[in-house]
């Protein structure tokens, strides 16, 4: 069984920075791509960026500019580094894995940013 473990969240002022960490529990061999989705309070899960083998990314329009997906030299563990927070960040980040045997979530870590 394939484990995401999410660090990093907490609670910050509008305009300040995160950095979230995802950890998978498997080599980069089996990983196709890694990324974050977020889900606010009373809204849908939605996705926000995504870092493939290549290393090349994409963002949701509504973080781009403001948010760096990234990863380590071993291709197993991503990061989201989250600058100029707006409070409609706030909500539950969950780190993704499309594997070759499937698809990972990790549990989600909360990130709240107050006006």
């Known amino acids: 069984q394939v484990q995401l473990v999410e660090s990093g969240g907490g609670s910050v002022q509008a305009g300040g920075s995160l950095r979230l960490s995802c950890a998978a529990s498997?080599?980069?061999?089996?990983?196709?791509?890694m990324g974050w989705s977020r889900q606010a309070p009373g809204k849908q899960r939605e996705w926000v960026a995504t870092?493939?083998?290549?290393?090349?990314?994409d963002y949701a329009q509504s973080v781009r500019g403001r948010f760096t997906i990234a990863r380590n030299n071993a291709g197993n563990t991503a990061y989201l580094q989250m600058d100029s927070l707006k409070p409609e960040d706030t909500g539950v980040y969950y780190c993704?894995?499309?594997?070759?045997?499937?698809?990972?979530w990790g549990q989600g870590i909360q990130v709240t940013v107050s006006s």
């Open positions: 993704t894995a499309n594997l070759i045997s499937g698809i990972a």
């Open positions: 870092i493939r083998r290549s290393g090349s990314t």
């Open positions: 498997v080599s980069s061999i089996s990983i196709n791509t």
